[in-house]
T-cell receptor, first 111, second 114 residues
């Protein structure tokens, strides 16, 4: 059973559109939820959401955490072609020794 | 800062061959780990280490060995390569004892086993 489930699997939008990516997770002793952007190489860290920080924003990207409903969303406004990537979310295990990743949402932004 | 460095970037092996994927980090991270990434499967944890001399298995450890003799290095050994091990491998590290510490990834090794 998957611990982290992302939706949609893929998304194609035009430049300037706003997109919302979804991540649902399981929780036993919740520690944090992380978002990453993966282009051709390594995943790069975007946000970490915790019990003390349920909203994060950086430029056109923002993310919120709903601990009651066990999901997080990543919003990207005024999308650009450079936003094209796979977006991953991850949850650490209750010991912090393992990170469980979703399969990702592939975002394509068309000029 | 170099961050997390993986070598090689690409490798082709024949079935039955062995090899070692190298990973080094210069951020003094206690925690290091190896993931494989396959289409439709996401990132799956192979092995991890919470400090020098300590290693443990992740979700998909079979066919792989690791050791952690120093804080900086965490090599991954394929003992007898199989086509099912064709994948992209990522090494990642973080400050384990700090709750708010994200994983930092290397650029990956693309391995093909024929």
């Amino acid at each position: 059973e998957d611990k982290v489930v992302q939706s949609p699997l893929s998304l194609v939008v035009h430049e300037g559109d706003t997109v919302t990516l979804n991540c649902s997770y399981e929780v036993t002793n919740f520690r944090s939820l992380l978002w990453y952007k993966q282009e051709k190489k390594a995943p790069t860290f975007l946000f970490m959401l915790t019990s003390s920080g349920i909203e994060k924003k950086s430029g056109r990207l923002s993310s919120i955490l709903d601990k009651k409903e066990l999901f997080s969303i990543l919003n990207i406004t005024a999308t650009q072609t450079g936003d094209s990537a796979v977006y991953l979310c991850a949850e650490p295990s209750n010991t912090g020794n393992q990170f469980y990743f979703g399969t990702g949402t592939s975002l394509t932004v068309i000029p | 800062n170099a961050g997390v460095t993986q070598t090689p970037k690409f490798q082709v092996l024949k079935t039955g061959q062995s090899m070692t994927l190298q990973c080094a980090q210069d951020m003094n991270h206690e925690y290091m780990s190896w993931y494989r990434q396959d289409p439709g499967m996401g990132l799956r944890l192979i092995h991890y280490s919470v400090g020098a001399g300590i290693t443990d298995q992740g979700e998909v450890p079979n066919g792989y060995n690791v050791s952690r003799s120093t804080t900086e290095d965490f090599p991954l050994r394929l003992l007898s390569a199989a086509p099912s091990q064709t994948s992209v491998y990522f090494c990642a590290s973080s400050f384990h004892r700090r709750v708010q510490s994200p994983l930092h990834f290397g650029n990956g090794t693309r391995l093909t086993v024929t």
